[in-house]
């Protein structure tokens, strides 16, 4: 069974910075790719950022120039390090991994709840609130 678990949100204010962490059981990340979504109430399911088996990086428009996503793989943990946070990044802050092969090109922001897209592992997510 596959297990993902999210730390490191929390409420910050405005221009602060949080790392969130992403521990993978039960999956190897040699096999997929691993990526942060987040979903505000009401809101769409984000892409923030993804990073490839061999750790190429992606960013959504939001997320690039601010975050960095990197992934340490002898740890089986990917990292998520937000800085000049503002107040439309609150949301809930979900990890993921591809469930398959096909499913690594189909990270991308889309309407509906993120967890029930079946084309990824998730983990249960961690909130991060503005504080400001």
């Known amino acids: 069974e596959v297990q993902l678990v999210e730390s490191g949100g929390g409420s910050v204010q405005a221009g602060g910075s949080l790392r969130l962490s992403c521990v993978g059981f039960?999956?190897?990340?040699?096999?997929?790719?691993m990526g942060w979504y987040r979903q505000a109430q009401g809101n769409e399911c984000e892409l923030v950022s993804s990073?490839?088996?061999?750790?190429?990086?992606d960013y959504g428009d939001s997320a690039k120039g601010r975050f960095t996503i990197s992934q340490d793989k002898s740890k089986n943990t990917v990292y998520l390090v937000m800085n000049n946070l503002k107040p439309e990044d609150t949301a809930v802050y979900y990890c993921?991994?591809?469930?398959?092969?096909?499913?690594?090109?189909?990270?991308?922001?889309?309407?509906?709840?993120?967890?029930?897209?079946?084309?990824?592992?998730w983990g249960q997510g961690t909130q991060v609130t503005d504080s400001s």
């Open positions: 993921a991994g591809s469930r398959t092969r096909a499913a690594r090109g189909a990270y991308g922001s889309y309407g509906g709840s993120c967890l029930r897209d079946a084309r990824f592992f």
């Open positions: 039960g999956i190897t990340f040699d096999g997929a790719r």
């Open positions: 990073i490839s088996e061999v750790g190429t990086p």
